[in-house]
């Protein structure tokens, strides 16, 4: 069975940036798989620290069953994450205990840095999935089949410096959108949060806006989620895009990026 795993910063990350992909490749009989590298500790202005850890925690397991996802603990607490090998390490294992086809991961450029170093420590990590000689936390076998790694849009569907963003592929997620909105429902801790500290009027229509913009830089598709492919060297043996194979006429490739990128070598 294929194996895709999410790798996101946060809690309720999966569900905002992946959770529709997640669900259509699942529909196509992919074996799902859930990490959040932080614990979600920052994510409260009524609960201290290690209370809203647990809460999260809870959570964040809930939503993954509700995607009939494995969910795998988180690592580090809220901004504390950066490019630290013993981290590298842990997210290492993960990838290896999933025996992932496809990771899907947070934008190397994005609004905040534990984003950021996400995306940078799942793209590393991924790079040792077949290196025996890299040891991991705790110990995993490597494995030699391919991954092909895709990033997220970034948050606000702009870099940090506030240019505008377009994915390589866009996926139809109108089909599961209920589904993964129910999964976001999980993390019920997070309204009052998102409402007062990053102006979200409702962090369930937050979802929805978020799919109806990206849908609207599809062109094609009412509700979406983007992603940009990472090059496949180091990863593969070949120039492959999964993603697109398995989801067929519910992902589209965006011909103007395609046109303005570099070809690698074979």
């Not at 984003?115 to 420590?121: E, F, P, Q, V, W």
């Not at 000689?133 to 494995?143: E, I």
């Given at each position: 069975m294929p194996s895709c795993l999410a790798i996101f910063a946060h809690p309720d990350d999966v569900e905002?940036?992946?959770?529709?992909?997640?669900?259509?490749l699942a529909k196509r009989g992919w074996e799902l798989h859930y990490?959040?590298?932080c614990a979600g500790n920052g994510g409260s202005v009524q609960m201290d620290g290690p209370t809203t850890a647990t809460v999260r925690l809870a959570e964040a397991?809930?939503?993954?069953?509700?995607l009939g996802a494995k969910f795998y603990p988180p690592v580090v607490n809220d901004m504390t994450l950066t490019f630290d090998i013993e981290?590298?390490?842990?997210?290492?294992?993960?990838?290896?205990?999933?025996?992932?086809?496809?990771?899907?991961?947070?934008?190397?450029?994005?609004y905040m840095?534990?984003?950021?170093?996400?995306?940078?420590?799942a793209t590393s990590a991924a790079f040792t999935h077949g290196m025996?000689?890299?040891?991991?936390?705790?110990?995993?076998?490597?494995?030699a089949h391919d991954v092909t790694i895709y990033h997220a849009m970034p948050h606000g569907l702009c870099t940090p410096l506030r240019q505008k963003v377009r994915a390589g592929l866009y996926v139809d997620v109108a089909p599961v959108q209920d589904q993964a909105r129910q999964a976001l429902a999980a993390h019920a801790s997070q309204k009052d949060w998102l409402d007062k500290s990053q102006g979200m009027d409702s962090y369930l229509h937050t979802l929805d806006k978020m799919s109806t913009a990206v849908g609207a830089l599809s062109g094609k598709y009412a509700l979406a989620q983007g992603w940009s492919r990472h090059l496949h060297l180091g990863y593969s043996a070949a120039n492959i895009d999964p993603l697109r194979s398995a989801l067929g006429s519910d992902c589209m490739i965006d011909a103007v990026y395609e046109a303005a990128l570099e070809k690698p070598f074979p």
């Open positions: 905002y940036f992946a959770a529709g992909t997640m669900l259509q990490f959040d590298l397991q809930e939503a993954a069953r509700l981290v590298m390490r842990k997210v290492a294992s993960v990838i290896r205990q999933s025996r992932a086809d496809i990771v899907l991961t947070h934008a190397l450029s994005d840095e534990d984003h950021m170093a996400c995306a940078r420590l025996p000689n890299y040891d991991t936390v705790p110990p995993a076998t490597p494995y």
